[in-house]
Every structure is written in C-alpha cells, then in structure tokens.
C-alpha cells in the first residue's frame, strides 16, 4: 500500500522566516493534496497537484510537485502566526483513486 | 455557504456501548467519506459513498462499524460494542462527486473517547 512520509514531523520558526514541508511518496502520486489542519477543527484544504513538475501558489504558500512524481514540497514564505498548524499531506490511493491515503503531519508553531 | 458539519462534536462513552455518529455533507455534494484520526496520525479512509451506496467500506476496521447515508445526503456512523482502541477524531468529507480530481471538504470531526 501506499505510504507518504512527511518531515520534519514538527517545525518551530520565527515569525517572519521562511519553511519547508515535504512529503515523500513509496509510489507515484496521482493526485496530491495539501491540508491544514487546526486542533478542534476540520482539514482546511489548501492545494491540489496532479502533473509531474506542478506548482501552485496561494497567498504566501507555494505547493511544488516533482517531475517523477513521488515528492512534494510545501513552501511558506514570511511565516505569520497564523499559519501555525498541523500540515497534511494526503494522495490517492492508485489514479482515479476516490480514497485518500495521508501522511502523518508536519506541527508548525509560528513564534511572534 | 455552510460546509460539512458533525454532531456531536465530541462524544465520551463507556467500552461496549453503541454509537452514532452523524454527518451533514455540503448541499449537493454527491459523495461522502469517513476517515478516522487518531492522535499523531493522519486520517485514516474507513468508508465513502456516491448517493445512497456504499462505494467502498474497504477501510471499515471489522464488523462492529457500519455506516448509512438513506437518502443521499445526511450520513450516520454506527459502532457497536465499543473498544478502547475505536477511541479516535471521525471526520467526515463531502464532495461534488466522487471523482479523484474533486476535492474533499472535510467536516470538524467527532471526537470518541471509549472509557
């Protein structure tokens, strides 16, 4: 079965610095999601990566999918508090795959 | 819009009691997922449905858990005979349909605590 891996499994920086997230695929990724996710609340869904070399960018958050398609980055730029959080990394099973299999989560504490 | 909600939204019982746990997907969304969470995990897929179907249950641990969704909208996870270790956060995730390429919107969760 599929396995993501995730690291760092938790980040401390200083508000205002710049962080990576990545996530790292057993097998090819078909579909890559990135969500956020805040204790007592739901996953808050971020970015979507489906072709090899992919990247998308959200306010100060850039999501990168690598050409072959077994790593993906998560990229924040000047990191405020509230981006403080748990970041999930989740991906389908097999293409077309409906089901979701997610990584384990990166903790990031922002400090002011 | 309102999004996925969960009730309730945490929910303490005793080992061996049975469950409901229930689930409002976005308005119009035709497929539903329960994942379960728990501590220092990821979601982990139990069930989804397109409509009132059962797409796939694969994830569903063993026989105690089963889920519903009657008429294609609200959706109820049953436990019976509760175990310490079904002690977990249930989310749920709706979306338009039950394509890869959808995204899945996820609701708060339920958070089980089995004393």
């Known amino acids: 079965s599929q396995e993501l891996e995730q690291s760092p499994q938790s980040l401390i920086v200083q508000e205002g610095k710049n962080l990576t997230i990545n996530c790292t695929s057993s097998?090819?990724?078909?579909?890559l999601y990135w969500y956020k996710q805040k204790y007592g609340e739901g996953l808050i869904f971020l970015m979507m990566?489906?072709?090899?070399?992919e990247e998308k960018s959200h306010e100060k958050i850039t999501a990168k999918l690598d050409e072959k398609k077994q790593q993906s980055s998560l990229h924040i730029t000047a990191s405020q508090p509230s981006h403080a959080g748990i970041y999930l990394c989740?991906?389908?099973?097999?293409?077309?795959?409906?089901?979701?299999?997610f990584g384990k989560g990166t903790k990031l504490t922002v400090n002011p | 819009g309102a999004g996925v909600s969960q009730t309730p939204s945490n929910k303490v019982t005793e080992k061996g009691k049975y469950v409901e746990l229930r689930c409002d997907p976005i308005?119009?969304?035709?497929?539903l997922y329960w994942y379960r969470q728990s501590l220092g995990q990821g979601p982990e897929f139990l069930i989804y449905?397109?409509?009132?179907?059962?797409?796939?249950d694969s994830g569903l641990p063993n026989d105690r858990f089963f889920a519903v969704r009657p008429e294609g909208s609200v959706s109820t996870l049953k436990i019976q005979r509760t175990e310490r270790g079904d002690s977990a956060v249930y989310l749920c995730?709706?979306?338009?349909?039950?394509?890869?390429?959808?995204?899945?919107?996820f609701g708060p969760g339920t958070r089980l605590t089995v004393l």
């Open positions: 995730a709706s979306s338009p349909r039950a394509r890869a390429t959808d995204t899945q919107y």
């Open positions: 097998k090819t990724l078909y579909g």
């Open positions: 990566l489906q072709k090899g070399g």
């Open positions: 989740g991906a389908e099973v097999r293409s077309g795959s409906e089901k979701l299999v």
């Open positions: 308005s119009g969304h035709t497929a």
């Open positions: 449905f397109q409509g009132t179907g059962a797409a796939d």
